[in-house]
């Protein structure tokens, strides 16, 4: 009988093996679909993949932070992307995966995209904040924390008309906008539930680098702990911070399940990833190769916000196995939140005028967030 560490040495040894013949990208797309425990079925992947490359006209590398498997319970779709591209483009575009950091992450993608030594990244929306400041918008507490009103916002002509050209003029194309879930308040191991801000007084509350976050996490009670990302499920083990915020999906991807007590949705920000293209690139490409490009693009986008809600179930009933409670919010318990932090008061009239340019265009891209389009995603 063979055992999941036998399953597993065979898988990585084909993998080593079929990309030594036939390339990264072919055993990469014949992991994830299994094919990596039969010789014909790797044969098969090995050939399509071969075959669409030596056929395509240009190649396009996307690079991700994220393992391929990832995408069960954090939706980022890479697989789905080269696919559809490849398709609605008619074969003229190859895409080859860089995933699993393989080629850098975060702000070290978003610096590959803009100088051109790779065609195209999928990375937090907030890496796009030096280049374009009103995309730092999404970080506003409770403007477009919750699914619908993100979607809203980013897919409005608003958004389009004031974001987008300052994103192209720093050398991108943003191809699609991946939705994730709000961030969460997530407690360590021994640590109370949180539902109102009072319960966060004292709290040590782990951030990142962005000063709106860390003002939010002050109005509304805690202790901010500015901590990097690698170095943050230590920081939660030893106590250093009691409590984080990514989205219930990154807590299951990056291993916190097996740290932390409870999970709470407050809705107040945005987990917002983009998949940004180098513009140069882009730009030499024929028309109808662009069109075909940014179709697969829309048609990963449907998939993505159809996978959000499947993939928050899995991320919760994984962490709920390790002992994690959840906690959703009532209207008044939520209300708590934004009248204690959220983006009406007039803490944030400085950030509104600074990154949206004008407090006319802010209020035109409030409307946006507040108008529902074409689009429609659960929320958590």
């Not at 044969?43 to 006209?57: P, Q």
């Not at 106590?239 to 807590?251: E, H």
């Not at 829309?298 to 409670?325: D, F, H, W």
């Amino acid at each position: 009988m063979t055992d999941n560490n036998e399953i597993k040495s065979l898988e990585r040894r084909n993998f080593l093996k079929l990309s030594g013949s036939a390339g990264f990208t072919a055993a990469v797309v014949a992991g994830a679909g299994g094919a990596l425990l039969s010789t014909p079925a790797m044969a098969v992947t090995a050939k399509e993949e071969k075959e669409r490359e030596k056929a395509a006209k240009y190649t396009m590398t996307i690079a991700t932070a994220y393992k391929l498997g990832a995408s069960r319970e954090y939706p980022i779709m890479q697989l789905d992307m080269k696919e559809n591209i490849q398709n609605a483009t008619n074969g003229a575009v190859y895409v080859k995966l860089a995933p699993n950091k393989q080629l850098g992450a975060g702000g070290a993608l978003v610096q590959k995209v803009q100088n051109g030594t790779i065609q195209c990244a999928q990375h937090s929306l907030s890496n796009f904040a030096p280049f374009a400041s009103a995309v730092d918008l999404i970080n506003m507490p409770y403007f477009c924390g919750a699914n619908q009103r993100f979607v809203n916002l980013v897919q409005s002509d608003a958004w389009k008309k004031y974001v987008h050209p300052k994103v192209e003029q720093n050398g991108f194309k943003p191809l699609m906008y991946v939705v994730i879930d709000p961030r969460v308040v997530a407690v360590r191991k021994g640590g109370d539930k949180v539902i109102t801000p009072d319960d966060l007084k004292g709290v040590k509350f782990r951030v990142p680098g962005s000063k709106m976050l860390q003002q939010y996490y002050r109005m509304v009670g805690a202790n901010p702990t500015p901590i990097a990302w690698g170095e943050t499920p230590s920081a939660i083990k030893q106590g250093v911070a009691d409590a984080l915020d990514p989205s219930v999906g990154a807590l299951l991807t990056f291993g916190f399940k097996d740290i932390l007590s409870h999970v709470t949705f407050t809705q107040a920000v945005p987990d917002a990833q983009v998949y940004s293209c180098n513009m140069e690139w882009f730009s030499s490409l024929p028309a109808k190769v662009q069109d075909g490009v940014m179709f697969g693009s829309e048609i990963s986008t449907q998939q993505n916000l159809a996978k959000v809600p499947g993939a928050r179930n899995y991320a919760m009933a994984e962490l709920t196995k390790a002992g994690v409670e959840f906690h959703s919010l009532t209207d008044a318990q939520l209300d708590q939140w934004k009248q204690a932090g959220g983006y009406q008061k007039s803490e944030w009239d400085s950030f509104k005028v600074e990154l949206a340019g004008s407090m006319d265009i802010f209020n035109e891209l409030e409307n946006a967030a507040n108008t529902r389009g074409r689009y429609y995603v659960h929320d958590a």
